[in-house]
């Protein structure tokens, strides 16, 4: 709370003048804390990611080792690694653009045609957000088995892009619904269909929203674990998310490959990373308007 | 809407299908799930008895009257809640932090976003390696400072706090996104007027701050205490749930007795006691958010 406080007295007091007071330094040295403590994680694994194993098991740990390329060498001759990670390039761009696509219409559906009931429709469909995933894994499994679609990309698309869409509903809704109705009624009295609305007005319109919404399911693809986990048998349909927990489940003479799983643990960080601080703005943005309202 | 689209029904056509996509996909992959895995949580099926049968509440008794299922579902709400306090803290005091003008603050609000992007698997792994009894750096600096075995995450309490404080790390950023934007919201206005008033610092926090982020509070406390419940991959990653099952939560158990053990009627019913308290707490989260929100 003290800090709290510091800080926000700091807000009003601190300019140039008054860089170096007591306030500031506080800040200074709260903002290092912080950076340092969000960082480290990730430095020792980017770390351990470009050394050799021996510089690894050195006591007491050498904090800049020699930088060299070699464990993702070994990764890739280890495991089917360009597999893998085109597995997770094509799971997570395809759950994208499915679940931007098809919320999107619905989206519209939702915030331009009311009638008794559309909102409860849109409630219900909201609510099935707050689903644990896992709660539905076990009938999920079953099924895609009765199916044929275990072990497939498509089977995992399929229920990513379902676990995705409620929320990109909920996203696009208000920002459809802050478009002008007579954007489209001109349109209509022309006798324009419904496509030509939807593709030549409202996705120019819309785009800020729909980058968003892309790069925010991509990353939430990318990164979920558990649907490759359990549905995923062989390496025809396996991602990276499910690669690393196996490179974890070796053994090496001085116990587990950290030097392989942080190299795989870099390639699974680095896209993300730099999709999200390529989009700050926009993704902060798209995300904090529905919550803050 | 007629105006749109002539008639009404003309209306509802469009809306049928422009909808039916997603609420196929749902019905699908969540309202049918739903009602299987109620119905698998009444029967003894598993994946290689080609028989099974309906036992009604057996497999409830039997969890209830399980002391290592009642250790999971007191832990899992333990996690939940001090992680969930913990993180609206610190959200809200990295919020403050990132709300302050200073040189570098765009630097400072993109590097909070990293804990939140990387992949949970991922974190996991990177501080189970820092914790690396022999070669990581956290467990030296524990041997050195404190004198003791570094090997936190082979004790119960260990692996615990340890559990709690890497899921802290990974979710205060997003938690202080969320109210960044929310202090951003508050007008300046009324901290110049309480400032007029002879409000000192402590007093514009509690009587302006707080209260205008109240909501937000409530409605994130709520999200973050249901969302977590379903937390899985950082559970599967950093611990898998042991030493024991000293921290195992109700996800990973319903992974390990339906996907590992292949008990589907016995996981289902861990399922269905996971969904009730969601349920549970949505509605008093909504319930709250009508009182806060004036």
Redesign the interface.
């Known amino acids: ?1 003290e ?3 510091l ?5 009003v007091k ?1 300019d140039n003048r008054f860089l170096f007071t007591k306030r ?1 330094l506080l ?2 040295l ?2 290092a804390v ?2 340092l ?6 430095y ?2 980017m770390k ?1 990611a470009v050394s050799t194993p021996d510089q ?6 050498i904090y800049f080792p020699e930088v060299g390329l070699n464990n993702f060498y070994e990764l890739a001759k280890q495991i089917p690694l360009g597999n893998y990670i085109f597995n997770s390039l094509i799971f997570s761009t395809s759950t994208a653009i499915a679940t931007v696509f ?2 999107f ?2 989206a ?3 915030a ?4 008794r009931g ?1 909102a409860l ?1 849109l409630w219900a ?1 909201v ?2 957000m ?14 895609l088995g009765a199916v044929g679609l275990l072990d497939k990309l498509s089977g995992l698309i ?2 990513m ?3 995705l ?2 929320f990109t ?1 909920w996203v696009f809704v208000p920002f459809i619904q802050q478009v002008p ?1 007579s954007m ?2 001109a349109a ?1 009295i022309d006798g324009a269909k ?1 496509w030509t609305i939807l593709w030549k007005i409202f996705l120019p319109i819309c785009k800020p929203a729909i980058v968003t919404m892309l790069i925010i399911n991509f ?1 939430n693809a ?2 979920n ?2 649907y490759p ?2 549905f995923s048998v062989t390496a025809s349909s396996k991602c990276l ?1 499910v690669a ?2 196996e490179v ?1 489940q070796a053994q090496v003479p ?3 490959p ?1 030097h392989l ?2 190299a795989l ?1 870099v390639i ?2 680095i896209p ?2 730099i999709l ?2 390529s989009s ?1 703005k926009a993704v ?1 943005k798209g ?2 308007k529905g ?2 309202k | 809407m007629k105006a749109l689209y002539g008639s009404k029904r003309k209306a509802l056509t469009i809306f049928a299908l422009l909808v039916t996509p997603v609420l196929l996909l749902r019905l699908a992959t969540a309202a049918y799930p739903i009602c299987r895995t109620i119905w698998l949580s009444m029967t003894d099926t598993h994946l290689f008895d080609s028989e099974h049968s309906f036992v009604g509440m057996e497999n409830f008794r039997l969890l209830f009257t399980d002391p290592a299922f009642l250790m999971i579902l007191s832990f899992s709400i333990v996690f939940i809640i001090i992680s969930t306090i913990l993180e609206l803290v610190f959200g809200l005091l990295i919020a403050s932090l990132l709300n302050c003008s200073f040189k570098g603050r765009f630097l400072a609000r993109t590097i909070n976003l990293i804990p939140w992007v990387i992949p949970t698997i991922v974190a996991a792994y990177a501080f189970q390696w820092l914790l690396d009894e022999q070669f990581g750096m956290f467990s030296h600096w524990i041997s050195d400072i404190f004198d003791v075995s570094p090997a936190v995450l082979n004790t119960a309490l260990g692996a615990r706090i340890t559990l709690i404080l890497v899921n802290v790390w990974k979710n205060s950023s997003f938690m202080a996104i969320i109210f960044l934007a929310g202090l951003q919201g508050v007008p300046e206005e009324f901290y110049e007027a309480a400032r007029v008033d002879g409000a000192g610092l402590v007093r514009r926090f509690f009587t302006i701050t707080l209260p205008m982020l109240m909501p937000l509070m409530i409605t994130m406390g709520m999200y973050f205490l249901i969302w977590q419940l379903a937390n899985f991959d950082l559970v599967y990653g950093l611990t898998r749930g042991g030493p024991g099952i000293a921290t195992t939560i109700l996800p990973l158990n319903v992974y390990h007795e339906g996907l590992i053990f292949f008990k589907f009627g016995y996981g289902s019913a861990v399922s269905v006691i996971l969904m009730l308290i969601v349920s549970a707490l949505g509605l008093f989260g909504m319930l709250q958010f009508k009182k806060w929100s004036y």
Do not use: C, D, H
């Open positions: 709370m800090l709290l406080i800080v926000r007295s700091s807000k601190l500031s800040l200074y709260a903002l912080f950076v403590i969000v960082l480290i994680p990730f020792w694994l351990a690894l098991v050195k006591i007491p740990p098809f919320s219409l619905a519209y559906a939702f331009r045609i009311k009638f559309s429709v469909l609510v099935t707050a689903l644990p995933e896992i709660a539905t894994i076990i009938p999920l499994y079953k099924m399929f229920v892009t379902s676990a869409a409620p509903v109705e489209e009624e209509v419904l990353v990318w990164n674990l558990l986990l359990a998310s690393i927990t974890f001085w116990g587990k950290w799983i942080s643990g699974m960080v993300v990373i999200i601080l700050q902060v995300l904090t919550a803050v």
